[in-house]
């Protein structure tokens, strides 16, 4: 009963920027875990980052020092902000709800980064 609404992808010199938003509506509770997992071409899927409603943290060792994440409670919204942004980080990005019910993903969003 969540639903998940992201945006922000697209193609991107090398040591360019993006910022990925990702909006939840729906029956949201108030303590939850929203992030980023990206999947590219041959691997699996991996952990870039979450947040929870608290403010905790936590990144992956890939990404750490170049993308940040926020939120945004008010409007259910989560954002990533990539810097420095590297080929290596091409991938399918998805936006990840969790809460004591159900985990949610999004769609996805393509990020693609020419050298």
């Known amino acids: 009963q969540v639903q998940l609404v992201e945006s922000g992808g697209g193609l991107v010199q090398a040591g360019g920027s993006l910022r990925l938003s990702c909006a939840a509506s729906?029956?949201?509770?108030?303590?939850?875990?929203m992030g980023w997992y990206r999947q590219a071409p041959g691997k699996q899927r991996e952990l870039v980052a979450y947040?929870?409603?608290?403010?905790?943290?936590n990144y992956g060792d890939s990404v750490k020092g170049r993308f940040t994440i926020s939120r945004d409670n008010a409007k259910n919204t989560v954002y990533l902000q990539m810097n420095g942004l590297e080929p290596e980080d091409t991938a399918v990005y998805y936006c990840n709800f969790q809460d004591p019910l159900r985990n949610y993903w999004g769609q996805g969003t393509q990020v693609t980064v020419s050298s």
């Open positions: 947040m929870t409603s608290s403010g905790r943290t």
């Open positions: 729906g029956r949201v509770f108030s303590g939850n875990t």
